[in-house]
């Protein structure tokens, strides 16, 4: 995008809504936290602003979403999520684990899957694919306890020096999730 970047009061008074702290903290929270449910956002509002009600941060996340402020994604068995990443219709990878949700590109150019193979006349906007799995770190974590030998006797040295390689190769799988998001 050219130009600069108009900032949240500015975004906010585009769309007709009037400026309050709450909707701008709202606005910051899912920037800083892309694909946070409701709760996840109430907690870092209420952080920076103290007391606010629950029922506040939804008709705000509710506002900004029906303004095209917020994307929110809605993946089975999960609470609603929310992002501030707009407009691009990307998709989603989602761990069945842990729930761990990332960004992906469409497959194919952009947004080709706004083009479905027969539209039937609707009108597409937006389509919300998600690929289910398990992330890098659920992955590597289950085969890390599936080596684990269940019924051996182990003498707790070998146990410990186990436990403490584990935790070695989590915290590398989860410092590469990190930098690939
Ligand atoms: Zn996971
Ligand atoms: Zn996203």
Same mark, same amino acid.
């Given at each position: 995008?050219?130009?600069?970047?108009?900032?949240?009061?500015?975004?906010?008074?585009?769309?007709?809504?009037?400026?309050?702290?709450?909707?701008?903290?709202? =606005?910051?929270? +899912?920037?800083?936290?892309?694909?946070?449910?409701?709760?996840?956002?109430?907690?870092?509002?209420?952080?920076?602003?103290?007391?606010?009600? /629950?029922?506040?941060? @939804?008709?705000?996340?509710?506002? =900004?979403?029906?303004?095209? =402020?917020?994307?929110?994604?809605?993946?089975?068995? &999960?609470?609603?999520?929310?992002? &501030?990443?707009?407009? $691009?219709?990307?998709?989603?990878?989602?761990?069945?684990?842990?729930?761990?949700?990332? $960004?992906? $590109?469409?497959?194919?150019? &952009?947004?080709?899957?706004?083009?479905?193979?027969?539209?039937?006349? @609707?009108?597409? $906007?937006?389509?919300? +694919?998600? @690929?289910?799995?398990?992330?890098?770190?659920? +992955?590597?974590?289950? /085969?890390?306890?599936?080596?684990?030998?269940?019924?051996?006797?182990?003498?707790?040295?070998?146990?410990?020096?186990?436990?403490?390689?584990?935790?070695?190769?989590?915290?590398?799988?989860?410092?590469?999730?990190?930098?690939?998001?």
């Amino acid at each position: 995008m050219l130009g600069p970047v108009p900032d949240d009061a500015a975004r906010l008074r585009t769309h007709g809504l009037q400026v309050t702290a709450q909707r701008l903290a709202v =606005l910051r929270a +899912v920037s800083a936290a892309p694909h946070g449910t409701a709760d996840d956002i109430t907690t870092i509002v209420r952080g920076e602003l103290g007391t606010v009600s /629950r029922q506040t941060i @939804y008709d705000a996340l509710t506002v =900004l979403n029906e303004k095209g =402020l917020v994307r929110r994604i809605q993946p089975a068995g &999960s609470p609603a999520r929310f992002e &501030s990443r707009i407009g $691009d219709n990307h998709h989603h990878l989602i761990c069945r684990t842990c729930g761990r949700t990332v $960004d992906v $590109d469409c497959a194919v150019g &952009s947004a080709p899957c706004l083009t479905a193979a027969d539209g039937k006349g @609707y009108e597409i $906007d937006e389509a919300e +694919v998600a @690929y289910w799995g398990r992330c890098p770190d659920c +992955v590597a974590q289950s /085969r890390a306890s599936s080596r684990r030998p269940t019924n051996a006797p182990t003498t707790p040295k070998r146990a410990a020096r186990g436990a403490q390689k584990s935790r070695r190769s989590r915290q590398r799988m989860s410092k590469k999730a990190v930098r690939s998001e």
